[in-house]
């Protein structure tokens, strides 16, 4: 925890990530491991970045 506040994470919030390493390290999160499904994008990183770029409307 102490390293992800010095690494500007705000005191507090640093749970989630914790919980995260915690399923890693558990093997409960697995990335291609035989087994586990893949999923497919659905929009390209192009996408994502244009729609970034957009001025916000609305309140």
Do not use: S, Y
Not at 21 to 38: C, K, Q
Not at 39 to 59: C, L, S
């Amino acid at each position: 925890m102490a390293t992800l506040i010095a690494q500007c994470m705000p005191p507090g919030t640093t749970g989630p990530f914790d919980e995260m390493e915690d399923g890693f390290n558990a093997g409960w999160l697995h990335f291609g491991v035989p087994g586990t499904e893949p999923v497919a994008a659905t929009v390209t990183p192009a996408q994502v970045f244009a729609h970034a770029r957009k001025p916000r409307t609305g309140a």
